[in-house]
């Protein structure tokens, strides 16, 4: 997935190399399969292609086929925790290639999601457990358990666990940005 990305960008692996601070050698190995990167790993190669990083971290294997219909148990969710954060999210959704991505979101208190970002489509957001801010075109919006917030992601947003206690929520997002 890395090396279709690579060449979709039409970058050189000397290019992605000079960007990331990894090695051309490292590179080729991901590209080959032949090591499976941390996902802080992933993520570096993906600003240096200017893509979402989920599209390789949660990339779907080619040898398996789109579905119409998939039934994903909790066991079979793709989960992701970055270096140094306290949130965890997990894929509720097979893949990032699809016209939308759910996640499963689990924010310790004091998480948040970094500074506002923007991206193409709408996304939808609706807590589970605790609480959530959740800061849109400047004005923040506490959520609270059975909230839940729609809005137009070209706006910068982001969010934040003000609470004392973990936040659980689902974040869908069409298409799929993260």
């Given at each position: 997935?890395?090396?279709r990305?690579?060449?979709?960008?039409?970058?050189?692996?000397?290019?992605?190399?000079?960007?990331?601070?990894?090695?051309?050698?490292?590179l080729?190995?991901?590209?080959?399969?032949?090591?499976?990167?941390?996902?802080?790993?992933?993520?570096?190669?993906?600003?240096?292609?200017?893509?979402?990083?989920?599209?390789?971290?949660?990339?779907?294997?080619?040898?398996?086929?789109?579905?119409?219909?998939?039934?994903?148990?909790?066991?079979?969710?793709?989960?992701?925790?970055?270096?140094?954060?306290?949130?965890?999210?997990?894929?509720?959704?097979?893949?990032?290639?699809r016209?939308?991505?759910?996640?499963?979101?689990?924010?310790?208190?004091?998480?948040?999601?970094?500074?506002?970002?923007?991206?193409?489509?709408?996304?939808?957001?609706?807590?589970?457990?605790?609480?959530?801010?959740?800061?849109?075109?400047?004005?923040?919006?506490?959520?609270?358990?059975?909230?839940?917030?729609?809005?137009?992601?070209?706006?910068?947003?982001?969010?934040?666990?003000?609470?004392?206690?973990?936040?659980?929520?689902?974040?869908?997002?069409?298409?799929?940005?993260?």
């Open positions: 997935m890395v090396r990305a690579r060449k979709h960008s039409e970058r050189t692996l000397q290019q992605v190399a000079a960007v990331t601070g990894l090695s051309i050698s490292y080729s190995q991901i590209e080959r399969d032949i090591l499976i990167p941390p996902v802080s790993t992933l993520r570096r190669i993906a600003d240096a292609l200017d893509i979402p990083a989920g599209s390789l971290v949660f990339a779907r294997e080619s040898s398996r086929p789109a579905t119409l219909v998939a039934v994903l148990r909790r066991a079979e969710r793709k989960s992701i925790s970055f270096p140094r954060s306290n949130i965890d999210y997990e894929l509720l959704t097979p893949d990032l290639r016209r939308a991505s759910m996640l499963w979101i689990v924010a310790k208190p004091g998480a948040e999601s970094g500074p506002p970002l923007t991206h193409v489509g709408e996304d939808i957001v609706v807590v589970l457990k605790g609480c959530l801010g959740v800061e849109v075109g400047g004005l923040w919006h506490e959520l609270r358990v059975g909230d839940s917030i729609f809005f137009n992601s070209e706006l910068p947003h982001r969010w934040s666990n003000p609470g004392k206690s973990p936040a659980e929520a689902i974040w869908v997002s069409s298409p799929p940005s993260f």
